[in-house]
């Protein structure tokens, strides 16, 4: 598949990072990068995501697991460029809720991420094959959503805004009304924690 360049005019001093390229799907971490004023180039990740957790790992240990292998993924056919891989999952206690399955297993997660805080957790890693240089790390976010009335359930429900998502929410798709308060990263919240990231490209001179 080709990589789609994203040039921002005022990048500025992360011109640096020219090789810098998103391994994944997500417009909002593209949307993320682009605001920050990086030059970058985006290509999908070749991978399959599985769809359960090893019960050998932990929420944070899964999410830096699928992060690192999105970025590995493309290393064969991108040696030469810093890859950055991430993965967000939501966790209520030790139970990972992915992207839900259908409607009704979306009203499920809703009705657990408002009945108790969670957390928003990402996975980051940093490739650069040729260098045989990676590092990974992961951003933890604590949530408090408002209970939601049965009403306001299923008119959210029913925008389908909650499909392709983590734990059945997004900030940037109307679930920012149902928040409290945000503990921590809210670039975390919505896909890719920018401070972290920050400090990670400071190993590679970014």
Excluded: C
């Excluded at 992360?14 to 810098?20: D, F, V």
């Excluded at 290509?43 to 944070?60: D, G, I």
């Excluded at 056919?77 to 206690?93: H, N």
Aim: cysteine-free.
């Amino acid at each position: 598949m080709n990589s789609t360049t994203i040039d921002n005019a005022a990048a500025g001093p992360r011109e640096g990072l020219a090789s810098l390229t998103l391994v994944s799907n997500s417009p909002q971490r593209a949307m993320l990068l682009r605001q920050a004023g990086y030059r970058f180039e985006v290509v999908p990740p070749a991978l399959h995501e599985p769809e359960a957790r090893s019960p050998k790992l932990t929420p944070a240990e899964h999410a830096q697991a699928l992060a690192y292998f999105k970025a590995r993924s493309v290393a064969d056919r991108y040696p030469d460029r810093l890859l950055l891989g991430a993965d967000t999952i939501v966790a209520v206690g030790d139970e990972v809720l992915g992207k839900p399955a259908g409607r009704d297993d979306a009203r499920r997660m809703l009705r657990l991420i408002t009945s108790a805080p969670h957390r928003v957790i990402t996975g980051v890693a940093l490739l650069a094959p040729m260098q045989g240089h990676r590092v990974i790390a992961d951003a933890v976010t604590e949530v408090f959503m408002r209970p939601l009335a049965d009403g306001e359930m299923e008119a959210y429900l029913d925008s389908g805004a909650w499909q392709d998502k983590a734990g059945a929410y997004g900030l940037q798709a109307g679930a920012d009304a149902f928040v409290q308060r945000i503990d921590g990263s809210t670039s975390n919240v919505i896909g890719l924690p920018m401070e972290l990231l920050e400090r990670l490209l400071g190993q590679f001179g970014g």
